[in-house]
């Protein structure tokens, strides 16, 4: 029998295969005789592994590794989130860099992929102090590898804007200079961006506006599931709830699924899990726990927003929502894909939808290398012009090309990454 493959290789496995599957459909073989340009955006420019030693509180020491993958730079400096879990290896890393070089061409933004992790041991709980250790010790494997004109490191999984601050602090002692724009995602108050935190969450539900107009949908009185309560799906649910009426019914993470069919009041659970933490989700009191299994719940929209390969493909049978929002990166396995595709359920996918947060990275390095600062209502109002580009810009490929929104979002993507590959030569 064949050995059973780890998530992570399922995951690089279907990022390659999406990716090679599209290169057929643009003929880049013909148009670019020789080139082997797709191999050239598949094999990583560089893989970067390093161990951390890393002090606990009480003295003794972890021991753990570190990576990350520099995907591509053809269309402007590596960009990408550094996640901490105990799931992430070097496949996954890979699959995640990937998918950054293909979204910062999807948005447009002039900047390349890369993605960073830790793996961090199962169950363990770091410290404040302990947190901070393991930033710190992460820059210092990289201290020649990343900054702005190289490559720039956001937050992901388990990391957030004061895990920012720590590496951007590293950095600057390093460098002997306060290089703000080496690291986006960062607090406010160290040349952070107005509306980075909300950005990837906000713009998944701009996406979904913009489908909706083109489409001839009423998002009013829609219902939607959300899988993680993290960063991106609090803000998602938020938006959707106060700005497009739609009512969340059901949201999960780690520890199980709540419920409540009138709608689950979002700001208040935003609040309770501000102060209860994730392990606090069940006992929010405004709903119900329940066995379901979030992603074959009676809604009209469902919304992965927690790790890749969630969505399985024995469960798309079972799916009652008619629209899939990839919050989170990779959510459907590239099996549950097809056969989503084929029961008709639309996917607006991942590397589209989540680009929110990417696009005002670049706008937080925009403004850091220009010492300038741009209103909420500005960074929000240019991410929805982006946000609506881009889907306009991929339905008229879905149309062309008569393709899923996903191989279209590919295909304008890797046209892109193709040519400037072609106009810099042979790297
Ligand atoms: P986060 O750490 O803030 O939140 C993750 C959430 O997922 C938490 O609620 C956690 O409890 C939940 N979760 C973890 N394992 C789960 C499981 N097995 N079942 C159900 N829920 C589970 O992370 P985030 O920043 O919100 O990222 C979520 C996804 O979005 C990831 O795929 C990430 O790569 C992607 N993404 C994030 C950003 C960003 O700006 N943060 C940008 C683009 C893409």
Not at 54 to 67: E, F, K, M, N, P
Not at 130 to 154: C, F, M, Q, S, W
Not at 218 to 245: C, Y
Not at 255 to 260: D, E, L, S, V, Y
């Amino acid at each position: 029998m064949a050995p059973e493959l780890k998530p992570g290789k399922i995951f690089l496995n279907s990022v390659n295969t999406m990716l090679t599957q599209t290169a057929e459909l643009l003929d880049l073989d013909t148009r670019f005789p020789q080139q082997h340009l797709l191999e050239r955006i598949i094999i990583p420019d560089r893989i970067i592994s390093f161990r951390i030693s890393l002090q606990r509180d009480d003295g003794s020491i972890d021991v753990l590794t570190a990576y990350r993958v520099q995907n591509n730079n053809f269309r402007g400096p590596y960009k990408g989130g550094i996640r901490w879990h105990s799931s992430v290896d070097l496949d996954e890393v890979r699959a995640l860099a990937a998918l950054m070089t293909v979204k910062t061409a999807v948005v447009g933004v002039p900047l390349g992929g890369s993605k960073g992790g830790v793996v961090l041991p199962q169950g363990t709980r770091y410290s404040k102090p302990e947190r901070e250790r393991l930033a710190r010790k992460y820059v210092n494997g990289l201290v020649n590898d990343v900054g702005p004109k190289k490559d720039i490191p956001a937050p992901d999984v388990n990391t957030n804007s004061q895990v920012m601050a720590w590496m951007a602090d590293q950095y600057s002692r390093f460098t002997g200079e306060t290089i703000t724009a080496a690291f986006t995602g960062k607090p406010l108050i160290m040349g952070g961006s107005q509306g980075r935190t909300e950005a990837t969450g906000f713009g998944s539900i701009m996406v979904l506006k913009r489908h909706a107009i083109k489409n001839d949908i009423e998002l009013r009185g829609k219902t939607m599931a959300v899988q993680g309560f993290g960063n991106v799906g609090s803000h998602a649910a938020l938006k959707a709830t106060r700005d497009e009426g739609i009512k969340v019914t059901h949201v999960s993470n780690e520890t199980g699924c709540i419920t409540n069919p009138e709608g689950l009041d979002i700001p208040k659970l935003i609040e309770w899990i501000t102060k209860e933490g994730q392990k606090g989700l069940l006992s929010f009191p405004g709903g119900k726990v329940t066995p379901d299994n979030i992603f074959t719940v009676d809604v009209d929209i469902l919304l992965p927003a927690a790790l890749e390969n969630s969505v399985k493909a024995e469960y798309v049978k079972d799916i009652k929502a008619s629209l899939i929002l990839e919050g989170a990166n990779g959510p459907l396995t590239s099996e549950a894909d097809e056969l989503a595709n084929k029961a008709g359920i639309t996917v607006l996918p991942d590397v589209l939808v989540n680009a929110g947060g990417v696009t005002v990275s670049y706008f937080e390095m925009v403004q850091n290398e220009n010492q300038d600062r741009w209103s909420l209502q500005y960074v929000l109002e240019r991410l929805q012009g982006i946000m609506f580009d881009a889907y306009d810009r991929i339905y008229d490929n879905a149309k062309k090309y008569k393709c899923s929104l996903r191989k279209a979002a590919i295909l304008s993507a890797l046209n892109d990454i193709a040519v400037a590959c072609d106009m810099r030569g042979v790297q």
